[in-house]
């Protein structure tokens, strides 16, 4: 009877040991980070469309193409950290830094009248265009459409990622 239970008990551990060591493991919270990176350059582009002024055309060509490899900076180094590729995350956290110091930037000199820097282009881009009602603002709040959210918390977050990257 002994053994019978003891067999059981060992069927019963090797058949949930996976379960349990699966559940024990938590997931890198970077990776989440990094999905939320993903999924907010992703909306943005499609921001660009709808809501910045039609007459820019290299100008929303541009911000789109920096949203783009911005997501597919966050796509791989969501790859190396799920791989655990240490030396590819290592590479990636680098061109992720570079590319959100060029937001960074100062702006091109004929979008200087308007704003600054790049990142300051794009949140007025962001702050929606007449032509388009779903991006005018919020009850008279200028950022208060959801382009413009997105895009503070991508500002938020990108550091964020950042940072965690570092470590």
């Given at each position: 009877m002994?053994s019978?239970?003891?067999?059981?008990?060992?069927i019963t551990l090797?058949?949930?040991?996976?379960?349990?060591?699966?559940?024990?493991a938590?997931?890198?919270?970077?990776?989440?980070?990094?999905?939320?990176?993903?999924?907010?350059?992703?909306?943005?582009?499609k921001g660009?469309?709808?809501?910045?002024?039609?007459?820019h055309t290299r100008g929303?060509?541009?911000?789109?193409?920096?949203l783009?490899?911005?997501?597919?900076?966050?796509?791989?180094a969501?790859?190396?950290?799920?791989?655990g590729?240490?030396t590819?995350?290592?590479?990636?956290a680098?061109?992720l830094?570079?590319?959100?110091?060029?937001?960074?930037e100062r702006?091109?000199?004929?979008?200087?009248?308007?704003?600054a820097?790049?990142?300051?282009?794009?949140?007025?881009?962001?702050?929606g265009?007449?032509?388009?009602?779903q991006?005018?603002p919020?009850?008279g709040n200028?950022?208060?459409?959801?382009?413009?959210?997105?895009?503070?918390e991508?500002?938020h977050v990108l550091?964020?990622l950042?940072?965690?990257l570092?470590?």
């Amino acid at each position: 009877m002994p053994s019978a239970i003891a067999a059981a008990l060992s069927i019963t551990l090797a058949v949930c040991s996976p379960f349990v060591t699966a559940q024990a493991a938590a997931p890198d919270p970077r990776v989440g980070r990094a999905d939320r990176v993903v999924s907010l350059t992703r909306a943005l582009v499609k921001g660009v469309d709808q809501c910045f002024n039609p007459a820019h055309t290299r100008g929303n060509t541009e911000t789109r193409n920096r949203l783009i490899r911005l997501e597919r900076t966050a796509l791989n180094a969501r790859s190396s950290l799920t791989s655990g590729d240490a030396t590819k995350l290592a590479q990636t956290a680098a061109e992720l830094k570079a590319q959100w110091n060029a937001f960074h930037e100062r702006a091109p000199i004929a979008a200087r009248f308007h704003c600054a820097t790049v990142r300051q282009c794009m949140e007025l881009g962001f702050e929606g265009h007449p032509n388009y009602p779903q991006c005018l603002p919020v009850n008279g709040n200028r950022r208060a459409n959801i382009q413009s959210i997105q895009f503070q918390e991508l500002l938020h977050v990108l550091p964020q990622l950042l940072n965690d990257l570092r470590t």
